[in-house]
């Protein structure tokens, strides 16, 4: 009886969300250190996990304070991306009109490298957090639109003739109706949206910064401190892994009724 309920506990511990991930980057740092110490790859080159360790151990500290702006400027252009992207999506989802003039250059602007312009925003702006801010609402205010578009395009237009037909005004319908059909996809959009702004904030810091992640790695570009650069990458992960942690946890708050999560309890039962 004992054995079995150690049985029971390992496998919903191996079961555990965290722990299959968690399991394959051991493998993955297993098989990084075994390739460098098989072909001799140069320090210069690829740097040891040890050493990345080391530089995380060692300088935490600092990393973390330079963890702060990049933080603040992904954030403050994700919220922009859903403030604007989802008012946008009902506007291109709504109407025809709208939907003929704006997507199409929305589609365009995807095509133009952010990296391009983001000087012009350091031109424009200065050197503060408006560029950095700008760098991560664009990038991640495009997966926002489509991913709302299709979610609000995608209501059975049975259902809102029917909350019409009971006498709902335009906005009772879109509340009972229009909004949750989309939450779905909105909320898919805003997990994409998330990890891209982070990049968008790395980006703006890229071109013009004297704090944040991307600076880290600028510098260490310029002097060959590539286990200073992995660490800031290895950051740069954890903080796109935790902010769309967040969306997710806030998605299943919002949407505890939508057939995801219900095939997720069933597995887990």
């Known amino acids: ?76 252009g994700f919220v922009l991306s859903a403030l604007f992207g989802v008012p946008v999506a009902m506007l291109i989802a709504g109407s025809k009109t709208v939907e003929s003039y704006v997507y199409p250059l929305l589609v365009f602007s995807q095509s133009v490298p952010k990296i391009a312009i983001a000087p012009l925003f350091v031109v424009w702006f200065g050197f ?7 760098s991560a609402f664009l990038l991640g205010f495009f997966p926002v639109v489509v991913s709302a578009v299709q979610g609000f395009k995608s209501v059975d237009p049975d259902m809102v003739d029917l909350a019409r037909a009971m006498q709902g005004s335009r906005f ?12 779905p996809a909105i909320f898919s959009g805003l997990k994409v949206s998330v990890t891209l702004a982070v990049v968008g904030a790395v980006v703006g810091e890229f071109v013009g910064s004297n704090s ?42 919002v949407l505890p009724w939508h057939v995801s999560q219900r095939e997720e309890i069933i597995f887990a039962s």
Not at 172 to 183: G, M, S
Request: aromatic letters at 10%; glycine letters at 6%; one cysteine or more.
């Open 212 to 253: 944040g992640i991307g600076y880290v790695m600028q510098r260490s570009i310029g002097t060959f401190d590539l286990p200073t650069m992995f660490a800031a990458l290895v950051i740069l992960a954890l903080l796109g892994v935790v902010l769309f942690w967040l969306v997710d946890r806030i998605e299943r708050l």
């Open 172 to 183: 009772q319908v879109f509340r009972a109706v229009n909004l949750p059909h989309a939450l």
């Open 128 to 134: 503060g957090i408006v560029p950095k801010v700008i």
């Open 1 to 76: 009886m004992a054995e079995a309920r150690g049985q029971n506990a390992v496998t919903k511990a191996l079961n555990a969300a965290w722990v299959r991930p968690f399991l394959f980057l051991i493998v993955i740092v297993v098989a990084w250190d075994l390739s460098i110490r098989l072909f001799h790859i140069p320090a210069y080159q690829i740097p040891a996990p040890g050493d990345v360790v080391a530089v995380l151990l060692s300088d935490w500290p600092e990393l973390l304070r330079q963890a702060w702006p990049t933080t603040y400027a992904t954030v403050c």
